[in-house]
């Protein structure tokens, strides 16, 4: 959480809005359901609306200079309590009564009110989310319950019927590279390559400006799409092997792949490059838009989609990979 509070967020306008308009009229709601992607900032947003809240100069903004703020930011507010679990995948009956439902009805220790915040709250368990209701339901006055979910499918009807519902939507292409540049303080080129594979998501903005893997993946990529239509089967293979062993980058490769065939497609189509991804690989980009036809650019870039979903449902790796990389270079 930075100490410029909403200032600091990129995008989501209209959330910040309504939630400084609810905290200025005193129309609080009990429970609020914060949705969107991974990385999409609903933990940001829920900890700066009951930073806000708590905080003792009640603006539009949380002061970040009071002494509850400054237990906001250093996470050590008593009545701003962070739901934790212990299993990766679920959120346990057991965990929801022990650290919100049997504590709720203790009066906030220092602040006017009590504020809980689930995260991941799609893993609650049907019994844990069955005890979460009754607390939604007749909650006490000063009780705040704040979910936040990727999938909020995942949670009862009931629950969602109970929740004011904030969706966090993607921020524009724009936003999210002048954020890495001004913030991030990643050079034009990187940012602009970063924020295309970003798709307005701030969490993977960020990611991908940490450190050196995402430009790293992003060169290892290029190299290997100007080499693929030269490399014989043997050779693919190893190009498998090597790819095979960092499994955990996969998708992000997947997504180099689609915006650097997206961008063969527009130059081929327009011979444009102002909204290229990969301007600085002109030259390359050219050729590709020369020797492929529309339609197996089209088949490439289907491909590519066909292979994230088989290997999103465990279909075997290497040859999910081989058959992407022989289908590419068949239309090269």
């Not at 203790?106 to 209701?133: C, D, G, H, T």
């Amino acid at each position: 959480m930075d100490e410029r509070g909403f200032a600091a967020v990129v995008g989501h306008n209209d959330i910040i809005e309504h939630l400084q308009n609810a905290t200025k009229s005193g129309k609080i709601s009990h429970a609020y359901l914060f949705t969107g992607e991974p990385g999409s900032g609903k933990k940001l947003m829920a900890t700066l609306f009951a930073t806000l809240l708590q905080c003792e100069k009640g603006r539009a903004n949380p002061c970040m200079k009071c002494a509850s703020c400054k237990k906001a930011l250093s996470q050590n507010h008593p009545d701003i309590i962070m739901i934790t679990h212990e299993k990766q995948n679920v959120i346990t009956v057991s965990e929801i009564r022990e650290q919100l439902v049997n504590t709720v009805d203790i009066k906030p220790y220092e602040s006017r009110y009590k504020i809980y915040i689930v995260n991941e709250a799609e893993k609650m368990n049907p019994q844990a989310q069955n005890a979460l209701l009754k607390t939604i339901e007749e909650p006490p006055a000063y009780a705040i319950i704040m979910l936040l979910a990727s999938n909020p499918d995942a949670l009862l009807s009931t629950i969602l019927s109970r929740c004011v519902r904030l969706n966090l939507k993607t921020v524009s292409d724009k936003d999210v590279r002048e954020y890495l540049i001004n913030e991030m303080h990643l050079p034009d080129y990187e940012a602009e390559v970063a924020a295309a594979f970003a798709q307005g998501n701030i969490g993977r903005a960020q990611e991908a400006a940490s450190g050196d893997t995402f430009a790293n993946l992003a060169h290892r990529t290029v190299q290997i799409i100007k080499d693929i239509d030269k490399l014989q089967i043997y050779e693919i293979v190893e190009v498998v092997k090597e790819i095979s062993a960092e499994k955990n980058n996969i998708d992000d490769f997947l997504d180099i792949l689609l915006l650097w065939f997206r961008d063969v497609l527009l130059y081929k189509a327009t011979r444009e490059t102002d909204n290229l991804v990969f301007r600085r690989e002109l030259s390359e980009i050219r050729r590709e838009a020369s020797v492929c036809s529309y339609e197996g650019l089209q088949e490439i870039i289907d491909s590519i989609e066909k292979a994230k979903t088989r290997l999103h449902a465990n279909v075997n790796f290497d040859l999910t990979l081989e058959l992407l990389f022989l289908t590419i270079a068949e239309n090269m």
